[in-house]
Nanobody, 115 residues
Framework: QVQLVESGGGLVQAGGYLRLSCVAS????????VGWYRQAPEKQRELVAV???????NYADSVKGRFTISRGNAKNTVYLQMNSLRPEDTAVYYC?????????WGKGTLVTVSS
């Protein structure tokens, strides 16, 4: 089992920045890929960024060049640095981890970008 807890969301003006954190507990050494997803009101959940155990990363086209996913030295933390935020980035952001061929989710953290 893997438990995920996100933090770092909040209200920011357009052009600003936030850094989201996700702390994993439980069977963290079984985790392969970790990622961030988001869900805006009345929209489907979408991939924002993902980091594989091999170190490769992948980003949604809408956030490339603005967002950066990284893993902490303790290996149980993953970050999402979000720069140049736009109102369309407003959403609940969820941390995701893949382990034992299962997908685990946190409860999400709300990011609101005002224009």
């Amino acid at each position: 089992q893997v438990q995920l807890v996100e933090s770092g969301g909040g209200l920011v003006q357009a052009g600003g920045y936030l850094r989201l954190s996700c702390v994993a507990s439980g069977s963290i050494f079984s985790i392969t890929a970790v990622g961030w997803y988001r869900q805006a009101p009345e929209k489907q959940r979408e991939l924002v960024a993902v980091s594989s155990s091999g170190g490769s990363t992948n980003y949604a086209d809408s956030v490339k060049g603005r967002f950066t996913i990284s893993r902490g030295n303790a290996k149980n933390t993953v970050y999402l640095q979000m720069n140049s935020l736009r109102p369309e980035d407003t959403a609940v952001y969820y941390c995701n981890a893949e382990a034992y061929s299962r997908s685990y989710w946190g409860k999400g953290t709300l990011v609101t970008v005002s224009s």
